[in-house]
């Protein structure tokens, strides 16, 4: 997957009329030593996670940017596929100087599209982003402090939320696609339980977003509060059938997998809320 998406990017880099450099942060401990080879040209940086990091993903996020010379950062991420014009797209509101943060458009390829955000088109300006699909500048940044390396998932979305409250503005561009490849079910339903997580992460550094969350983030609440409330299944046999809600809501695309998706996310959410 790493080979396609340098192929892709490295094909966005060479379209753009400025200087460009293309980083790699791998923390396979080797294991990505063929696809160093087949792309020269891009920088391959071998990261070594601290030792207390379960999951270093910001850790490389911070190490990317602070070994990237230019002004301008974008972000993608492993097996994703910038479709063409792409990188023109996302950052021509930064190199005008009209924006500091842009946010692509994602899509999604193979069994599982349960992120495919093809179905509405964005306001101007978005709330909150991951990185899946990112630029910004080194000012902003450098203005929120980079990524918080305390959390396991979730410090994309916490990166963008201090870019909001500092002031910034998350410009859409859904001329800018990335087309992303989120696996198998079986991937999916373990991704879901691990966003469920940071998303409690989230609200419990964020804690003024919480009043607010339950209605612009409902999933993560409201899949909690249905697993909290299951006792009462012994009582009202007919519990768990508030469940055909949501299957047939979703009854267009995987009904099943996105209920299952949902269920496990409440679970991961209510696991680490109880480690408060």
Known sequence: ???????????????????????????????????RHAYPEAQWINFRPPASATVSIPHQRNEGVRRADGEVIVFTDTGC???PGWATALLAP???GSE??????????????LYDATGATPPPYVPEAPTINMAFTRTAFDAVGGFDESFEYGSDVDFSWRLVDAGFRLRSVPEAVVTADWGSPRRQLKR???????????YRKHRARIRTGW???PVPFAYAAFLL???VTLV????????LLPALRNRRTRSVLTVADHLLLGAGFLRELSRL
């Open 1 to 35: 997957m790493l080979a396609d998406t340098l192929s892709a990017v490295s094909r966005e880099a060479a379209e753009l009329d400025h200087p460009t450099e293309v980083l790699v942060v791998d923390a396979s401990d080797g294991r990505l030593e063929h696809v």
């Open 81 to 83: 596929l910038p479709e």
């Open 94 to 96: 930064l190199l005008d």
């Open 100 to 113: 500091r943060i842009t946010v692509g458009r994602t899509t999604a390829r193979g069994a599982v599209n």
């Open 192 to 202: 879901a339980w691990s966003y469920g997580q940071g998303r409690a992460r989230l």
């Open 215 to 217: 209605r612009t983030d």
């Open 229 to 231: 409330a299951l006792p």
């Open 236 to 243: 009202f046999p007919l519990y768990p059938a508030l469940l």
